[in-house]
Every structure is written in structure tokens, then in C-alpha cells.
């Protein structure tokens, strides 16, 4: 699958713990992105857990990839990030605001975002796996 992924901190956690149908589509993926906010709630569990140090070492070494990228939001992502919440507003729906952000990157980019959160369903343009 020569596909552009982000993932989702679900995604990067199931892949670390050997998650045989996450380990294939990471692998396989052509560039693998790590949106800004995701490295954030990494880091925060990381910090909260009792393998900080292990955790840190693996994220670096991930991140050290050359087929993985941060992603960083800008201003352009503001427009999309709008968009999508007056959509969901719209369905009198939500998600959470980090996986608004989350979703305002991928669309942004034009990624498949790897997750396991059903609340991305409320985004039908958010192409997901």
C-alpha cells in the first residue's frame, strides 16, 4: 500500500505494541506523519507512565525514520480546522478539539489517517484505515 499516512495516537501505540494489521500499513506506507498534536499526547502518557524513558527512546527512533515527518499546523490549517467544526456543529456532533486539529491537518494534506477513534466517522471526507 503506497499510501501518506498520520496517525493517530492509537495508531502509533498499537504499531509500538506489535499490532499485526498496524505494523503492515506503517510499514508499507510511503510517508508516515505524525501530526504536532499527536507527539503532544505521546509525550503527556509518556510523562504520566512508568516506562517514560523507554517510551522516549522508541518515539525518537520512530521519528528518526526518514519516511516519518512532523506535521506542524499553520494558518491554513485554521481554515480547515473552521470547516470541519461548523460541520460537525451542523450534525450537532463533536470529537474532541485535539482530534479536530488532528482532522484539520489530514485534510489539509491530503493524508489517511490511521486510527481506531469512531468519532472520525463524523467526517466522511477524512479517508481513514
Known amino acids: 500500500m503506497e499510501v501518506n499516512l498520520a496517525l493517530d495516537t492509537n495508531a502509533y501505540s498499537d504499531f509500538m505494541r506489535g499490532e499485526a494489521s498496524r505494523v503492515h500499513i506503517i510499514r508499507t506506507a510511503r510517508n508516515i506523519y505524525l501530526p504536532l498534536i499527536v507527539l503532544g499526547e505521546l509525550r503527556a502518557g509518556f510523562a504520566a507512565g512508568n516506562q517514560r ?38 450534525k450537532a456532533a463533536a470529537i474532541p478539539s485535539n482530534d479536530l486539529w488532528i482532522s484539520a491537518l489530514v485534510v489539509q494534506h491530503h493524508l489517511i489517517l490511521c486510527t481506531s ?7 466522511p471526507q477524512l479517508p481513514r484505515c
Open 53 to 90: 524513558s523507554s517510551n522516549a527512546a522508541n518515539l525518537q527512533r520512530f521519528l528518526n525514520s526518514p519516511r516519518v515527518s512532523i506535521l506542524l499546523p499553520d494558518e491554513q490549517t485554521t481554515h480547515h480546522y473552521a470547516q470541519l467544526y461548523l460541520q460537525l456543529r451542523r
Open 117 to 123: 477513534d469512531t468519532h472520525f466517522e463524523y467526517l
